[in-house]
């Protein structure tokens, strides 16, 4: 379980506006933005797009950012 005020401040760190926030999920943190997946490791959200889920549909990290871009703004 993260903590509200952690999550207030987590942005997802494909965002190259960091604007998107992330949602608690099962035992993930999902970014509704671009649909990644972070884990929770231990109580604390890995934010490591290396160590993500990719979103469905995307194939590479590459392909992450421009999610961002061209998804509807939520913030
Ligand atoms: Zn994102």
Redesign the pocket.
């Known amino acids: 379980m993260i903590s509200a005020d952690l999550l207030e401040i987590l942005r997802?760190p494909?965002?190259p506006r960091r604007q998107?926030r992330l949602v608690e999920e099962g035992d993930r943190l999902v970014?509704h933005?671009?649909g990644?997946k972070y884990k929770i490791k231990d109580g604390f959200p890995v934010l490591v797009a290396e160590e993500a889920e990719l979103p469905p549909g995307v194939e590479s990290l590459e392909q992450?950012p421009a999610r961002?871009a061209a998804g509807p703004s939520d913030g």
Do not use: K, L, T
Request: with cysteine; aromatic share 0%.
């Open positions: 997802c494909m965002d998107s970014c933005g671009c990644m992450v961002h």
